[in-house]
């Protein structure tokens, strides 16, 4: 199986690290302490020029702020910006995750998605013409849904135009076998329409354990690759 390794970076030490240890993409973000947030405007740069020469793709993180992802209308500002100077430094993709309270559940903020996906695809606030689409990621924050609404969330994602989601497939901290059951789930009910990437707890050392158990071919993690 080519198994694409996706690595999670924070500089570009680690940029540089991954992609000659063999990453195949990174997923670029600040401040993994709290889960990662928005990189720097000098760090895409610096990343995807790297990455260009290297044939490497990247997802830059279009998160405000660590903690929940419910977000004010004010954040949702900065992240469409931040999305449009992401696209016009020329990442391969974004990273976002947007979520809502509905009857005291945790539910997919679905026109927030939406907005955010049009600034992905379409002609983008501050984008120059013809500054090409890019792809998305769900990121973790699908993991704050319960299983069913998950199944819902994977089929109005797919039909806004979503590329992946980002799971662990369980709570945060299990271990990444324990979840293989619902991932397996995950992949079936997206049946193609998305790409279910897994993450979390996944090292170099399991990887192609976990891709075989799954009939994946793209994992992720910041352990994905051995230096």
């Known amino acids: 199986m080519d198994l694409l390794r996706e690595f999670c970076a924070e500089n570009m030490t680690h940029v540089q690290a991954a992609v000659k240890a063999g990453a195949r993409r990174i997923e ?7 889960g990662g947030t928005s990189p720097s405007y000098g760090v895409i740069k610096a990343a995807v020029a790297f990455a260009r020469e290297h044939d490497v793709g990247v997802m830059a993180m279009v998160r405000p702020r660590g903690g929940d ?27 976002f995750g947007c979520l809502r309270e ?11 998605v939406r ?3 049009d600034g992905a695809k379409g002609p983008g606030t501050g984008c120059a013409a013809g ?8 990121h973790m924050a699908f993991d704050e849904l319960d299983a069913e609404t998950q199944l819902q969330a994977i089929d109005e994602l797919a039909t806004l135009g979503v ?33 279910i990437l897994p993450g979390g707890g ?19 993690g910041t352990k994905i690759v051995r230096w």
């Open 202 to 220: 996944i090292t170099w050392q399991n990887a192609e354990h976990v891709a075989s158990l799954l009939g994946v071919r793209e994992l992720h």
């Open 69 to 95: 992802f419910i977000y004010q209308e004010a954040e949702l500002q900065s992240m469409l910006d931040h999305l449009s100077l992401a696209r016009q430094l020329g990442v391969t993709g974004v990273v």
């Open 163 to 195: 590329e992946r989601v980002l799971t662990h497939g369980g709570r945060a901290g299990t271990p990444i076998l324990d979840n293989i059951d619902h991932l397996h789930e995950l992949v079936g009910h997206a049946h193609g329409r998305l790409t």
């Open 115 to 117: 907005r955010l996906t």
């Open 131 to 138: 500054t090409p689409p890019v792809a998305i990621t769900f």
């Open 102 to 112: 509905k009857g005291g559940r945790i539910a997919l903020d679905g026109e927030a």
């Open 28 to 34: 670029l973000c600040d401040n993994l302490a709290v």
